[in-house]
């Protein structure tokens, strides 16, 4: 089936380092887009999003871009530190045809070495 | 700080039973989500539940699918007949509300840690 036995693109940072993680969409009708982290056993976790309207948005160590224009969404984290290592994954959703649906990307994993 | 919780952690079941999966959302959250992640895959929507009916749904949640929110506190996905290809993590959210084309602290969805669900 698709995506069978997926194998996730890696990004190995050094610690101190700034991370960049990037994500393409296919819909240009989504509106919202948001970056979760997942740790090994662990459910996805909130990190930052963004609406379609921006094209930046910042949280604590981590900046969101948004460029509509090549359907590309980027997460900067900065200053890399080991518990930042996990999969990030990127997320859309199109507000005009869903309840909160949110579709996932295939993830980066994200090592961080000392 | 509120959280997520799902029971069990880890179900394994024969191929055709009944599962039920049980989450408790955030207690003053209005909106509710199951999400699967088949193993090395990305994660997929299931469904969405708002006002004691879904909302939306995917094209993976078929017939043998259901949820149910029995009480005030508890979220439940039932699988009637299970299939091989069920096996995967579940994953129940919620969301305090769902704005469309909102962003924010009220349309964040929190997800659980997750159920296991092994079929032989």
């Known amino acids: 089936g698709e995506n069978v036995g997926l194998h996730l693109p890696t990004l190995s940072v050094q610690e101190g380092d700034n991370s960049i993680i990037n994500c393409a969409y296919s819909n240009s009708a989504s509106d919202y887009f948001i970056w979760y982290k997942q740790e090994s056993g662990k459910g996805p976790q909130f990190i930052i999003d963004i609406r379609s309207n921006m094209d930046k948005r910042q949280g604590q160590r981590v900046t969101v871009l948004l460029n509509k224009t090549v359907k590309h969404l980027s997460l900067q984290i900065a200053a890399t530190q080991p518990g930042d290592s996990a999969v990030y994954f990127c997320?859309?959703?199109?507000?005009?045809?869903?309840?909160?649906?949110?579709?996932f990307g295939a993830g980066t994993q994200v090592v961080v070495t000392p | 700080e509120p959280e997520v919780t799902q029971t069990p952690s880890h179900q394994v079941t024969q191929m055709g039973q009944e599962v039920i999966l049980r989450c408790v959302p955030i207690?003053?959250?209005?909106?509710f989500y199951w999400y699967r992640q088949i193993l090395g895959q990305k994660v997929e929507f299931l469904v969405s539940f708002y006002n004691n009916e879904i909302s939306e749904k995917s094209e993976i949640f078929d017939d043998q699918f259901s949820v149910e929110r029995p009480d005030g506190s508890n979220f439940t996905l039932k699988i009637r007949s299970t299939k091989l290809e069920d096996s995967a993590m579940y994953f129940c959210?919620?969301?305090?509300?769902?704005?469309?084309?909102?962003?924010?602290?009220?349309?964040?969805?929190?997800f659980g840690p997750g159920t296991r669900l092994t079929v032989l």
């Open positions: 997320a859309e959703n199109t507000a005009t045809d869903s309840w909160g649906k949110l579709q």
């Open positions: 207690s003053n959250h209005l909106y």
């Open positions: 959210a919620s969301s305090q509300t769902w704005t469309s084309g909102g962003a924010g602290a009220y349309n964040e969805q929190f």
